[in-house]
């Protein structure tokens, strides 16, 4: 395990797919990824938590906190105990046999 690993990831809802951001390099790629006309205080105050955990000025805790709180706030985190639509059993459409 990198020390610059999060202790549980971050998941994020990008259009159909579910981004998991578990690591300062992930969080780094991800800020900046994000488009810079949406970019406002809390992307800047978690961006800054994830350099200052970079340069050692803050626990790996906070840079994640703030990672998902920039995620809530856009309403983009994935709560990772959320059952996706592929987990339900249920099936739709013809063919499938039920075990």
Not at 64 to 89: E, H, N, T
Request: aromatic share 12%; glycine share 10%.
């Amino acid at each position: 395990m990198s020390y610059r690993t999060f202790d549980r990831p971050v998941l994020v809802k990008n259009g159909e797919f579910i981004q998991e951001i578990g690591c300062l390099d992930d969080a780094f790629d991800f800020f900046e990824e994000w488009p810079r006309e949406r970019r406002g205080p809390i992307f800047e105050t978690a961006f800054r938590a994830c350099q200052r955990a970079h340069d050692g000025q803050v626990p790996l805790t906070v840079a994640r906190d703030a990672v998902a709180g920039f995620a809530r706030s856009v309403k983009i985190l994935q709560d990772p105990l959320a059952q996706f639509p592929w987990m339900d059993g249920t099936r739709s459409g013809r063919g499938g046999v039920t075990a």
